[in-house]
């Protein structure tokens, strides 16, 4: 245990950020375990336990679907495994951007004591929501197989877009950890930009709906990381252009979150 917050700053500043980076993603023992604690505390005492999770989308799965599907005159077997796969990858990257604010913040208990790398704590939150999402994905998978759209053919593309998806939220996690940390009143503005995000992203409509307004969807970033997994599962090849964007989405993103991370990551223990 620390005497002061000047020996931890001191601990700390030992190692650069790079160090940082590399020994809190080696040290997997440690956040996989602490994620694994954070889902099985989320449904102590629950009797249902962690299939609430598989009951809740099922439920509002096949709501949206039967729903948009009348709304939209999509045949619900086209449209019922497009928007379970959308509306599963999306809860996900949701799901790691608003808890990424408190990332640090829901650690300081273990920052202030133990000598870890602060990265340790955003794989963390990053492996929580992954097993949470495997759950749900679960039946994303049931719902294209049901319907006749799932094709084992793209595979391989379709765990090439799972493992690029899971690395966005390493860079979202370690950016958002910091600016949270600072200011604590992030919260309701990313939460009001997701929520926007949510409705101009192809989730619930299709690209092909806009004509010839289709660049709409494609200069948004959030479509191609869910096509570049949505695509596969359903037995479609994604477009170079998904790639491309998500490949210059995940250079940019490394960038400026090792640049604020770099900067102020001896300070964030004097913000807790």
């Known amino acids: 245990m620390f005497d002061s917050k000047e020996d ?6 030992k190692n650069s950020a790079t160090n940082d980076l590399v020994v809190g993603l080696l040290d997997w023992p440690l956040w996989s375990r602490l994620g694994w604690y954070d889902v099985v505390a989320r449904y102590r005492r629950s009797w249902v336990g962690p299939l609430w999770m598989i009951a809740t989308t099922i439920i509002f799965v ?37 808890e990424s604010l408190q990332t640090f913040v829901e650690a300081e208990v273990y920052m202030k004591q133990v000598n870890r790398s602060p990265i340790v704590y955003c794989c963390r939150v990053v492996w929580r929501n992954t097993i949470i999402f495997g759950n749900q994905l679960i039946v994303a998978l049931l719902v294209a197989v049901v319907f006749g759209k799932f094709s ?5 593309l379709a765990v090439l877009g799972l493992v690029i998806l899971i690395v966005q939220g390493v860079w979202i996690n370690i950016l ?6 600072r200011f604590r009143d992030l919260g309701p503005l990313v939460q009001n930009l997701i929520q926007i995000c949510f409705f101009v992203t192809p989730i619930l409509w299709q690209p092909d709906s ?7 969807a494609e200069i ?11 695509a596969p599962i359903l037995g ?6 998904s790639y491309i964007a998500v490949i210059g989405l995940t ?10 991370y770099q900067k102020f990551r001896h300070r964030i223990v004097y913000w807790l």
């Open 176 to 181: 958002l950890g910091v600016l949270g940390t």
């Open 236 to 241: 479609q090849t994604p477009e170079a252009v």
């Open 210 to 216: 806009l004509g010839s307004n289709r660049w709409i």
């Open 8 to 13: 931890m700053m001191v601990s700390y500043s």
């Open 152 to 156: 084992i053919y793209y595979f391989p």
């Open 251 to 260: 250079v940019v993103g490394f960038g400026v979150a090792f640049y604020f």
């Open 220 to 230: 948004n970033p959030a479509y191609h990381l869910i096509q570049i997994l949505r």
């Open 62 to 98: 096949v709501s949206l679907g039967i729903v948009y599907s009348v709304l939209f005159k999509i045949a619900i077997k086209d449209y019922m495994p497009f928007v379970a796969l959308g509306t599963v990858i999306w809860t996900y990257i949701s799901a790691v951007t608003s």
